[in-house]
């Protein structure tokens, strides 16, 4: 799928700065790793709820947690994009490097985005060190997706109403290998708890 890489002439003039501060020493502040969790399925799989349920144990917990919902980025950070696939690619893609800073600041940040190509998974992925991105396919059937739309869009997309709609008019591309696959038509404590679970957010001791 196309995706949109950023090729302004300013950015020839940009070098990386690195801080003084590395991730075990904020790790050493927070009591944990951070992380990228990232939450990919149809509207209406249920993405955000498992997402703010897990940050809301993770909060309880002592973890440093936070969710970026996709409606909530595009009302802000992406407002100025909309939903064609350059566009759904490079609103992607802003997230990843937002998720990479939050990850590096040590906290363990969770998305909830339909993102429906793999290839702009895959980009977020390899943004993140080894081991730090968990991507999540919340793998809801897609009649359950359509029974939970209060908002009316699968009826909206089926009728013509709304071009370009994932699952419907627009393709979804399913993880082929994802870290954790959840179907979220089984009880939301089991669902969070399964993704509690599977993350490792020790520190590991120094070795220095």
Known sequence: MPSLTPSSAGSRNVTR?????????????????????????????????????????LIGRGVA?????GDNVRMGLNRDLGFSPKERSENIRRVGEVCCLFQDAGLVVLTAFISPYCSDRDGARALHPAGAFTEVHVDTPLAVCEQRDVKGLYAKARSGEIPDFTGISAPYEAPTAPELRIDTSQSLDLCVAQVVNSLILDVAPRTD
């Open 17 to 57: 700065v690195d801080g003084r501060v590395d991730g075990m020493q904020r790790a050493e502040v927070t009591g944990h790793r951070g992380q990228t969790v990232w939450f990919t399925g149809l509207s209406g799989s249920g993405k955000s709820t498992l997402a703010f349920a897990v940050e809301e144990v």
């Open 65 to 69: 947690a936070y969710v970026l919902d």
